[in-house]
């Protein structure tokens, strides 16, 4: 049976969708459906039913997958070269946030080594949810750290752990409202008043605030004014930022309120360089994935750093 016909097979399996595959694959479209076809007339059972959007494997197409996936991955792997005798590292591609990459998972992965001994050489990439995992899907990653969990059968995703979302400005800042008004029913932070100020009068309102934010949607503040105040933020951005370390800063130094990891502003709550201005019962939580292609862990290297993270995740609060 030859090989390039069942590497198409599982790409399109993973895939989902013979377009999806064609593109991965660096192929055209009607090259990916003749090398199935050829594939299903040498096994004599369709491996496919083609849909209106995508594929779906038959029950025989799944069985394949299963069975040969896990080796033609072992055998991309020596083609695309492993370390020699003579080396005792391996180098090992991740993806993700550039905050929670920087501060949480890379700091966990310096420590690994595999069972033989063997180190492991980093190469991180940054970027948004969508970008790590079309890198991943693509063969750019081993592994990918996303808040997006993905579709399909292409990659396979696990919980890695939940980050708690926290509203905070400077003790300056807060000092200029009311903290017993914040989250109120009279408040209504999603509008404002004439003036911009609060029924106590001559105190702004939590939602005539600046606010500091990764992206002009305002996606972490929009989130927690939905959980916690069940309503929609009025206010735009004063400062965007794409990285939370700079959002940090910038509340830190007065520029306005913002919503941020926890883990990322624990410190800063403890000196008091920023203040909590809520402490709702049940706080917005963000869940992190880890997703690797489905298949690889078959891969010794891959399947450590994976287990590696999985582990160290556990610490984190």
């Known amino acids: 049976m030859d090989l390039a016909l069942l590497r198409t097979f599982v790409t399109v399996h993973r895939a989902g969708s013979f377009t999806r595959a064609a593109a991965l694959l660096g192929l ?18 369709p491996l496919f039913l083609r849909q209106a959007r995508g594929v779906t494997p038959t029950t025989v197409g799944d069985e394949l997958a299963h069975k040969a996936a896990p080796h033609l991955d072992a055998l991309v792997e020596i083609a695309e070269g492993v370390p020699d005798e003579e080396s005792s590292t391996r180098t090992l591609h991740l993806a993700g946030p550039p905050e929670f990459t920087a501060e949480r998972a890379l700091p966990a992965l310096t420590a690994l080594t595999g069972e033989d ?11 948004t949810a969508e970008e790590v995992l079309e890198g991943l899907a693509a063969g750019h990653h081993d592994l990918a750290i996303s808040t997006a969990r993905p579709r399909g059968a292409l990659l396979t995703a696990t919980a890695l752990c939940d980050e708690e979302h926290v509203l905070v400005a400077s003790p300056e800042l807060a000092k200029r409202f009311d903290p017993a008004g914040l989250g109120s ?39 927690y004014w939905s959980a916690v105040l069940d309503s929609r933020p009025a206010a735009s ?7 939370l370390r700079a959002a940090l800063a910038c509340v830190t130094a ?24 809520l402490d709702p019962a049940v706080p917005p939580l963000r869940t992190y994935f880890l997703v690797v292609r489905t298949g690889t862990l078959a891969l010794p290297h891959i399947a450590r750093a994976h287990d590696w993270l999985l582990r160290a995740a556990a610490d984190w609060s």
């Open 237 to 243: 951005g004063t400062v965007i930022a794409p990285d």
């Open 117 to 127: 001994g063997r180190s492991y050489a980093l190469r991180a990439s940054f970027g």
């Open 185 to 223: 029913a009279e408040l209504d932070p999603a509008g404002l008043d004439p003036a911009g100020l609060g029924p106590w009068g001559g105190v702004p309102r939590l939602g005539a605030l600046p606010v500091v934010e990764v992206h002009e949607s305002l996606p972490l503040v929009t989130r």
């Open 28 to 45: 055209s479209q009607p090259a990916v459906t003749s090398q199935i076809r050829t594939l299903e007339r040498q096994l004599g059972r």
């Open 254 to 277: 007065g520029a306005g309120l913002s919503v941020l990891p926890r883990y990322l502003c624990v410190e800063a709550l403890e000196r008091g360089d920023v203040v909590a201005l």
